[in-house]
């Protein structure tokens, strides 16, 4: 996976006290053993998927619910570039004190200050590495005022996206469901997710957007 330090991607953990009240309560109701075991519901057959060759142009704003195709680059990974196909999902508004208990492990002591918006979105691998993903290359942007708020890692209970994301399964010819949690200090949260084409230009005209419904 492709690490872009200059992207404002927050690893967070929980606080030590919180933690143990979540890890007895994390039971998955309605999954199955194997589920259970690989972190998630099972993802759904792709199919009538676009070509990979047909990559979404730079600077693109995709419609939301529609595929776009888009390169990862990792010289650790054979091959070194991965195609995929990404597109926008549910988002949901959350409410300040739900990351009350998250402990920045790096970035500004105010980086989950604010309101939390739960961003479902969607891959499926099209040619390249199974281990690529695209989880460091998302983050959200209002488009009306260039806000990109914070986008945090957090742990799997702090995810509240509407759609749980999907267990981790191999990644070829199914749909793999994400949720990217960003936290929006003013009052407008987000209306597109942000795929980077450069990391240094993320907003700009190197990037592919996704439009939220």
Request: aromatic share 4%; charged share 15%.
């Amino acid at each position: 996976m492709q690490i872009l330090p200059s992207r404002r991607i927050l690893s967070v953990a929980c606080a030590a006290s919180a933690a143990v009240a979540l890890l007895t309560g994390c039971s998955s109701s309605g999954l199955t053993a194997r589920e259970e075991s690989l972190g998630g519901p099972s993802p759904a057959p792709a199919t009538n998927m676009p070509d990979a060759a047909a990559l979404t142009p730079a600077g693109s704003v995709v419609p939301a619910g529609e595929w776009a195709v888009v390169e990862l680059s990792d010289s650790s990974e054979t091959p070194a570039v991965t195609t995929i196909a990404i597109r926008s999902g549910a988002v949901r508004q959350g409410s300040p004190d739900d990351l009350a208990d998250v402990q920045v492990m790096n970035g500004t002591s105010d980086s989950t200050t604010g309101t939390p918006y739960y961003v479902n979105y969607s891959w499926v691998l099209l040619e390249g590495s199974e281990n690529s993903s695209p989880i460091q290359r998302v983050s959200a942007l209002n488009s009306a005022t260039g806000d990109t708020g914070n986008t945090l890692l957090v742990p799997d209970e702090y995810e509240k996206c509407t759609d749980r994301p999907t267990g981790q399964f191999e990644n070829r010819d199914v749909i793999n469901v994400a949720c990217s949690v960003n936290v929006f200090a003013g009052e407008a949260g987000p209306d597109r997710l942000v795929f980077d084409g450069d990391p240094g230009d993320y907003t700009g005209s190197k990037a592919v957007q996704l439009a939220l419904g």
